[in-house]
């Protein structure tokens, strides 16, 4: 039932997606293990979260980042919680729940550094299934201040100034690569948006008859319902138009 | 004036107190708060260090326990009173006449403060409850103009607290029974609105259709900001035959720019709502409120703050403030 | 076997109907309706008060001949300077019982007999207690309250007078903001005072087409009829004593006559849901808040 609903999503054109595209090659297995000691060191570290995921007894979540190759199915049961990945989304088990973004989103959504609401409300995340499970998610993990970094670094502690410092190189690259990238999307689809731009417009000015036409329609039910409603008993008898004179001063001050 | 912002979890209270809360007002983690969600809210020893946390800092907790006790079953309700005034909160936030009762008898050192959803609009209710329960402060429903809340503040001797940006509710606050009459569940007894339990979203041809129980709240098209199933503020068709926002749009309130006036009216606190938001959101309201609240209080000119990104619809309104929105 | 403990009664009229066809209605009232009590005054909206009010000494004088209970119904939310004065008004001088629907009128009617109407919070025994004290001779209770509940207060009420709504569209909500007028794209304040064109609210439609709610001015109120005519037996049994029915633009003598016979134990609950299938034609009935579940559902 869950996935329906992505089939006609488009992944954004990020750096994200081309690194996903030439890491696609390498079996997901290789994935596995990394995935899986992430999900230990978050159990480790911030056990409050779960405790907050108890409620939700069995349940399961897929998560699917628009713009990766592939998608994890989180397992939680009473509290206990086992990760898995996946390539192909027509492998994935059936979920209660289905969380979808942008990779980078999701990322800063584990982070708390992004308000879920707001990507909500700007489209950027999507859900489907059960809204009260993914609610009871984000209100976990938001509970706590989660850190990839500290989720990443484990026990190499004396490594941290030095990966600290490519992690955020890393971000600057990321960033830079971004803006790289819509340009050279701007550049490429801009006929074709033009093209699209033109059909719309037309399709706007259909929508907007059968608007009109539908509105007809509607009115003269209305219409329909109001002479039926007339004809009962006890009938409206003394239906005046509405009053002219006005006994309260208009305009009342507050 | 006091800025009181709202926490949903122990990690966005730090946050609220990192970005310049006076107080932080948190609910407990069942139906005895009017944000009664999955996966939200502060266990007794999560409160404790919150006021531990707090009181290091100079500032407050306040503990909103604002929905009404179920006829035959108070002892929750009570439990939370009394943990609240054990644990030593700064103030309660109370809605029903018989817990404040019950608060005032058994706790009469306790600080009460009277709940938007008790909706007391006008001086006369809000002086009932100032000499029945000895309530310290109100917080207004979001029905009064700024003219007429100035008006108001000269006739009580109880503080004024306003909702100052937000969710916003249209209809008088606890006396709303949409919610209930479209999933059962309501505000005033199980602490929600428009659940998430109930809330269904369909992807269809472009659209993104939000439900809520039985009844379509709403659709947008994929480039349109969405907005959560509230179903006071969906799309709905009524004379005309026209869709529209029948009660209201998807948006915010927002008054950052009515501070002065606020200000000079003698308002004493004003309040952020959304305890049921991330902490990103809380860092960034907080944070813009405070630098505005200060610079209102220096009487400079308020620098006014985009909030877009995190209003729902995009959008915001310094809603019943100002007459027109009536 | 006659129940004379169970009191019928018709609650105030939310709608904006022209005052000449209110005074009719209420003489028809008088004249031909078996209910106990009336209740009547403006609840929903200030500014549509002053049509009526010259015709409210000739229909209580009537409902009083006609040996019916009179009680006058409060403003449901009162927030202008004029709002205040009328009310400080009605309570200093007023011949009849008043039915408090705000805390403010609460207040003013303190150690005065007087009714609580059911815009006033009531939840539990507690609140249930200190509103009985605070001089309340009876008490209508809000209409999202479940089974168990009602239950429960019956009992706390040990005897007292407690009054349930069970029949009519239900007030949901209520708010500053007039959506009859908004609806019009005019000003609350310069209303025309639209909401005349709909004498039972307007209908409120999902955009698939759905009946959901309907307008009454700053009321929003339930699509659906609500009917408790199947839980009559219980809500007896639970210790209610009043039951009230909110007029609507039906057949209201032939739907007060329906209750009170169900009330006296002359018809069954079927009889009367039948009856009222027949008078309401608008819109569906429902029952779902008495059975814990949505409002809007009818639990059979």
């Given at each position: 039932?869950?996935?329906?609903?992505?089939?006609?999503?488009?992944?954004?054109?990020?750096?994200?997606?081309?690194?996903?595209?030439?890491?696609?090659?390498?079996?997901?297995?290789?994935?596995?293990?990394?995935?899986?000691?992430?999900?230990?060191?978050?159990?480790?570290?911030?056990?409050?979260?779960?405790?907050?995921?108890?409620?939700?007894?069995?349940?399961?979540?897929?998560?699917?980042?628009?713009?990766?190759?592939?998608?994890?199915?989180?397992?939680?049961?009473?509290?206990?919680?086992?990760?898995?990945?996946?390539?192909?989304?027509?492998?994935?088990?059936?979920?209660?729940?289905?969380?979808?973004?942008?990779?980078?989103?999701?990322?800063?959504?584990?982070?708390?550094?992004?308000?879920?609401?707001?990507?909500?409300?700007?489209?950027?995340?999507?859900?489907?299934?059960?809204?009260?499970?993914?609610?009871?998610?984000?209100?976990?993990?938001?509970?706590?201040?989660?850190?990839?970094?500290?989720?990443?670094?484990?026990?190499?502690?004396?490594?941290?100034?030095?990966?600290?410092?490519?992690?955020?190189?890393?971000?600057?690259?990321?960033?830079?690569?971004?803006?790289?990238?819509?340009?050279?999307?701007?550049?490429?689809?801009?006929?074709?948006?033009?093209?699209?731009?033109?059909?719309?417009?037309?399709?706007?000015?259909?929508?907007?008859?059968?608007?009109?036409?539908?509105?007809?329609?509607?009115?003269?039910?209305?219409?329909?319902?109001?002479?039926?409603?007339?004809?009962?008993?006890?009938?409206?008898?003394?239906?005046?138009?509405?009053?002219?004179?006005?006994?309260?001063?208009?305009?009342?001050?507050? | 004036?006091?800025?009181?912002?709202?926490?949903?979890?122990?990690?966005?209270?730090?946050?609220?107190?990192?970005?310049?809360?006076?107080?932080?007002?948190?609910?407990?983690?069942?139906?005895?708060?009017?944000?009664?969600?999955?996966?939200?809210?502060?266990?007794?020893?999560?409160?404790?260090?919150?006021v531990?946390?707090?009181?290091?800092?100079?500032?407050q907790i306040y503990v909103?326990?604002?929905?009404?006790?179920?006829?035959?079953?108070?002892?929750?309700?009570?439990?939370?009173v009394d943990s609240a005034a054990e644990i030593g909160v700064d103030a309660v936030i109370l809605?029903?006449?018989?817990?404040l009762d019950y608060a005032q008898k058994r706790h009469p050192d306790l600080r009460r403060h009277?709940?938007?959803?008790?909706?007391?609009?006008?001086?006369?209710?809000?002086?009932?409850?100032?000499?029945?329960f000895d309530v310290q402060r109100?917080?207004?429903?979001?029905?009064?103009?700024?003219?007429?809340?100035?008006?108001?503040?000269?006739?009580?001797?109880?503080?004024?607290?306003?909702?100052?940006?937000?969710?916003?509710?249209?209809?008088?606050?606890?006396?709303?029974?949409?919610?209930?009459?479209?999933?059962?569940?309501?505000?005033?007894?199980?602490?929600?609105?428009?659940?998430?339990?109930?809330?269904?979203?369909?992807?269809?041809?472009?659209?993104?259709?939000?439900?809520?129980?039985?009844?379509?709240?709403?659709?947008?098209?994929?480039?349109?900001?969405?907005?959560?199933?509230?179903?006071?503020?969906?799309?709905?068709?009524?004379?005309?035959?026209?869709?529209?926002?029948?009660?209201?749009?998807?948006?915010?309130?927002?008054?950052?720019?009515?501070?002065?006036?606020?200000?000079?009216?003698?308002?004493?606190?004003?309040?952020?709502?959304?305890?049921?938001?991330?902490?990103?959101?809380?860092?960034?309201?907080?944070?813009?409120?405070?630098?505005?609240?200060?610079?209102?209080?220096?009487?400079?000119?308020?620098?006014?703050?985009?909030?877009?990104?995190?209003?729902?619809?995009?959008?915001?309104?310094?809603?019943?403030?100002?007459?027109?929105?009536? | 076997?006659?129940?004379?403990?169970?009191?019928?009664?018709?609650?105030?009229?939310?709608?904006?109907?022209?005052?000449?066809?209110?005074?009719?209605?209420?003489?028809?009232?008088?004249?031909?309706?078996?209910?106990?009590?009336?209740?009547?005054?403006?609840?929903?909206?200030?500014?549509?008060?002053?049509?009526?009010?010259?015709?409210?000494?000739?229909?209580?004088?009537?409902?009083?001949?006609?040996?019916?209970?009179?009680?006058?119904?409060?403003?449901?939310?009162?927030?202008?300077?004029?709002?205040?004065?009328?009310?400080?008004?009605?309570?200093?001088?007023?011949?009849?019982?008043?039915?408090?629907?705000?805390?403010?009128?609460?207040?003013?009617?303190?150690?005065?007999?007087?009714?609580?109407?059911?815009?006033?919070?009531?939840?539990?025994?507690?609140?249930?207690?200190?509103?009985?004290?605070?001089?309340?001779?009876?008490?209508?209770?809000?209409?999202?309250?479940?089974?168990?509940?009602?239950?429960?207060?019956?009992?706390?009420?040990?005897?007292?007078?407690?009054?349930?709504?069970?029949?009519?569209?239900?007030?949901?909500?209520?708010?500053?903001?007039?959506?009859?007028?908004?609806?019009?794209?005019?000003?609350?304040?310069?209303?025309?005072?639209?909401?005349?064109?709909?004498?039972?609210?307007?209908?409120?439609?999902?955009?698939?087409?759905?009946?959901?709610?309907?307008?009454?001015?700053?009321?929003?109120?339930?699509?659906?009829?609500?009917?408790?005519?199947?839980?009559?037996?219980?809500?007896?049994?639970?210790?209610?004593?009043?039951?009230?029915?909110?007029?609507?633009?039906?057949?209201?003598?032939?739907?007060?006559?329906?209750?009170?016979?169900?009330?006296?134990?002359?018809?069954?609950?079927?009889?009367?849901?039948?009856?009222?299938?027949?008078?309401?034609?608008?819109?569906?009935?429902?029952?779902?808040?008495?059975?814990?579940?949505?409002?809007?559902?009818?639990?059979?």
């Amino acid at each position: 039932m869950q996935d329906q609903n992505f089939s006609q999503e488009y992944p954004p054109f990020s750096p994200v997606l081309l690194a996903g595209i030439a890491l696609s090659p390498l079996p997901i297995r290789f994935f596995a293990p990394i995935a899986k000691y992430m999900l230990g060191r978050v159990i480790k570290l911030y056990p409050d979260v779960f405790k907050r995921l108890e409620p939700l007894g069995h349940c399961r979540f897929a998560v699917r980042p628009s713009d990766l190759p592939c998608c994890f199915l989180l397992e939680l049961d009473h509290g206990k919680a086992q990760l898995s990945l996946f390539s192909r989304l027509d492998d994935l088990p059936v979920s209660d729940a289905t969380i979808s973004g942008p990779i980078s989103s999701l990322v800063l959504l584990l982070e708390g550094k992004v308000d879920g609401d707001a990507l909500f409300f700007s489209r950027e995340l999507a859900v489907s299934g059960d809204t009260e499970a993914v609610l009871t998610l984000r209100n976990a993990i938001d509970s706590a201040d989660i850190s990839l970094e500290e989720i990443w670094l484990g026990e190499t502690g004396f490594l941290r100034p030095i990966t600290g410092r490519a992690l955020s190189g890393f971000a600057g690259l990321y960033e830079k690569a971004n803006r790289d990238l819509s340009l050279i999307k701007n550049a490429l689809i801009s006929p074709v948006t033009r093209q699209h731009q033109l059909l719309e417009d037309d399709l706007d000015r259909q929508q907007e008859q059968l608007d009109k036409m539908e509105k007809e329609v509607r009115k003269i039910r209305a219409q329909n319902a109001r002479a039926q409603n007339a004809r009962t008993p006890n009938a409206r008898a003394v239906r005046e138009t509405p009053v002219a004179e006005n006994p309260v001063a208009e305009n009342e001050e507050d | 004036m006091e800025l009181v912002c709202p926490a949903g979890t122990p990690s966005a209270l730090r946050a609220a107190l990192d970005a310049g809360a006076d107080v932080v007002y948190v609910g407990f983690r069942d139906e005895t708060n009017a944000r009664n969600f999955p996966g939200l809210n502060f266990s007794p020893d999560e409160l404790r260090e919150a006021v531990a946390l707090a009181r290091g800092m100079g500032r407050q907790i306040y503990v909103a326990i604002n929905t009404y006790p179920q006829a035959g079953n108070l002892s929750p309700w009570h439990k939370a009173v009394d943990s609240a005034a054990e644990i030593g909160v700064d103030a309660v936030i109370l809605a029903d006449i018989g817990l404040l009762d019950y608060a005032q008898k058994r706790h009469p050192d306790l600080r009460r403060h009277l709940s938007v959803q008790a909706s007391a609009s006008n001086p006369e209710a809000i002086n009932f409850y100032r000499s029945a329960f000895d309530v310290q402060r109100v917080v207004l429903p979001r029905v009064l103009t700024v003219r007429e809340i100035a008006a108001l503040i000269g006739e009580i001797d109880v503080e004024t607290e306003v909702f100052a940006f937000g969710g916003m509710c249209v209809m008088a606050e606890g006396r709303c029974s949409l919610s209930s009459y479209a999933t059962g569940k309501s505000p005033n007894m199980n602490g929600v609105c428009s659940p998430a339990s109930h809330v269904n979203y369909e992807q269809r041809r472009g659209k993104l259709i939000s439900k809520l129980g039985d009844f379509t709240i709403n659709t947008f098209p994929d480039n349109e900001p969405a907005g959560y199933p509230t179903l006071c503020k969906g799309r709905f068709v009524g004379q005309s035959g026209d869709p529209s926002y029948l009660f209201e749009e998807p948006t915010s309130l927002n008054v950052m720019a009515m501070l002065p006036e606020l200000i000079a009216a003698g308002v004493k606190a004003l309040k952020i709502e959304g305890r049921q938001r991330g902490k990103a959101y809380v860092s960034q309201v907080v944070s813009s409120y405070r630098r505005a609240l200060d610079a209102a209080l220096r009487g400079e000119v308020v620098p006014l703050m985009d909030m877009g990104n995190i209003a729902e619809g995009a959008r915001s309104t310094p809603g019943a403030y100002q007459k027109n929105w009536r | 076997m006659k129940n004379t403990a169970s009191r019928l009664t018709l609650g105030p009229h939310l709608y904006n109907w022209p005052a000449e066809q209110k005074r009719d209605f209420y003489f028809r009232i008088a004249d031909e309706a078996e209910v106990d009590v009336v209740y009547l005054g403006e609840v929903t909206c200030s500014k549509r008060a002053p049509f009526f009010l010259p015709f409210i000494p000739e229909v209580c004088d009537r409902l009083e001949a006609a040996g019916k209970e009179i009680v006058l119904s409060s403003l449901a939310l009162v927030m202008t300077g004029r709002e205040r004065k009328e009310l400080h008004e009605l309570s200093d001088d007023c011949p009849w019982e008043l039915e408090a629907n705000d805390l403010s009128a609460v207040a003013l009617l303190k150690g005065q007999s007087h009714v609580i109407g059911p815009f006033i919070n009531i939840y539990n025994e507690g609140t249930l207690d200190y509103l009985y004290d605070n001089g309340a001779r009876r008490i209508v209770l809000p209409c999202e309250l479940p089974a168990e509940s009602l239950q429960k207060l019956g009992e706390a009420a040990r005897g007292r007078e407690l009054e349930v709504q069970v029949f009519g569209r239900l007030p949901l909500a209520l708010s500053a903001r007039c959506y009859h007028a908004r609806a019009h794209n005019l000003s609350k304040d310069g209303c025309l005072y639209v909401c005349e064109k709909d004498p039972d609210g307007m209908d409120v439609m999902t955009l698939d087409g759905a009946p959901f709610l309907a307008v009454n001015g700053t009321h929003t109120m339930s699509y659906s009829v609500n009917s408790l005519a199947g839980e009559l037996e219980a809500l007896q049994k639970s210790g209610m004593t009043h039951f009230r029915l909110w007029p609507q633009q039906v057949d209201m003598v032939a739907v007060i006559q329906a209750f009170r016979q169900a009330l006296d134990g002359q018809i069954d609950g079927e009889e009367v849901q039948g009856r009222l299938d027949k008078l309401v034609d608008f819109a569906p009935f429902s029952n779902g808040f008495f059975h814990g579940a949505e409002g809007a559902r009818m639990v059979e």
